[in-house]
């Protein structure tokens, strides 16, 4: 999901009667559905009450002065009901002694923030309602174009809907000088994956359809593939756990031509910790390297780096 399609949709709403429109389901675009998990059979009062709980939780992040701008202004609480923007922003404008113009730049102020809150809040999954038993991923770098296999086995702690936000770490890649690289996710099986957005930190946030809600307890594997349209590499590939993992096993498969010198492997690693000699892993005749990871830490990078002849 961008960041600028939920900025729109925020601005949109705000229109008019705002959350309180008659026909709430006109008001709401794709953006604010996959946010607040609206789903088709969801009735005008279940939109507006999912609409205005994820809204009014993500307003929590927001200055004090601010909570209250961005309830007024997409009319969050009931008693907005049948007054207008205009009157909602006099209604600002004479509780802070505030000019009009005054309030509408907090009110857009308020809508970035909301935005920065909803991406974190994609980012963070991990409110316990399913973890990682087992994830799987081949990099291939020997392709035309760098490419990496995921395959995950999730299990559901509490009774799921069908639907899932997914973080992935894309393939290695760097821009080139003229545009910036395209990354192409696709599904295998388990899972369609209905949307996907790229994070300011690269990593891909996939929305997936799973072929039925799963119940607590219940397993369920599937697999995707993230490609980089652009070639030229990085020199790394980092998972970041969002939630509980188990277990994590990596391949990496260079190409003959080069294969670099030297692959160290990734353990645990914090941005705060100091540098540190990592363990080299042994590469086969086969140009591939093979590690495994046991019980991740949320926050810690795994993975591994390696070094080209000309960097060595």
Known sequence: MARSELGNELRRLRRGR???????????????????????????????????????RLSASLPLDLRPV??????????????????????????????VRTIRRWID????????????SLL????GTWRLERFEALLLLDAVNPQVIERRTIVAQCDLGDRIHCVVTPPPHRPAADRSPEIQATHIYGAEIVDHSQHTDGRIVLD???????????KHEYGVIVRAANALARHDYLYYPDRQCEAFDLRIRFGPAEPPPVVRIV??????????????????????????????????????????QSSA
């Open 208 to 218: 997936l359809k799973l072929p039925t809600p799963l119940s607590a307890g219940q």
């Open 18 to 56: 705002g959350l309180q429109a008659p026909r709430i389901d006109n008001e709401i675009g794709p953006a604010l559905r996959r946010l607040c998990g609206v789903t088709p059979s969801d009735n005008q009062a279940v939109i507006r009450e999912k609409v205005k709980g994820k809204l009014g």
């Open 70 to 99: 961005l309830i007024a202004a997409l009319a969050l609480d009931v008693d907005m009901a049948g007054k207008f923007l205009g009157n909602r922003v006099e209604l600002l404008g004479r509780r802070y002694q505030r000019d």
């Open 109 to 120: 102020e308020a809508i970035d923030l909301v935005e920065e809150a909803a991406e974190s």
């Open 124 to 127: 963070d999954t991990s409110g």
């Open 267 to 308: 353990r645990g690693l914090r941005a705060d910790d100091p540098p540190t000699e990592c363990e080299t892993a042994p590469m086969s005749v086969l140009h591939e390297v093979h590690a495994k990871f046991a019980n991740l830490e949320s926050g810690c990078a795994y993975g591994a780096r390696w070094w080209q």
